[in-house]
């Protein structure tokens, strides 16, 4: 497994198994807002991928952000899980 760097404030957290960006971002308390409780229908818990191999987006994370914003780097935090090194910035 890997680490996560969350950018905003510099936060870390340790990836100990698959799990989604949000969790991983509240467990850092990087201040990442997510106002459906991940439920991915907010589309507020937003994150800027800055590296990292993620996974492919969810057709509920286009329906939401849309391609345009998913090409310029943009993940709903609560939708994508990661289990390798990755960094992030965070927008609030
Ligand atoms: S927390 Fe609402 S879409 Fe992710």
């Given amino acids: ?4 760097k969350f950018y905003k ?17 509240h467990e850092a308390d990087a201040g990442v807002k ?9 589309g507020k818990c937003l994150i800027k991928v800055k590296s990292g191999d993620l996974p492919e987006p969810s057709e509920q994370e286009i329906k939401v952000l849309g391609e345009e914003k998913i090409k310029e780097g ?3 935090s609560c939708l994508v899980e990661v289990d390798e090194d990755c960094e992030v ?4």
């Fill in 1 to 4: 497994m890997g680490n996560i």
């Fill in 9 to 25: 404030e510099p936060k870390e957290a340790e990836i100990r198994r698959k799990t989604t960006l949000l969790r991983l971002a």
């Fill in 34 to 42: 997510a106002p459906c409780a991940g439920r991915g229908v907010c």
């Fill in 74 to 76: 943009y993940r709903m």
């Fill in 89 to 92: 910035e965070v927008y609030v």
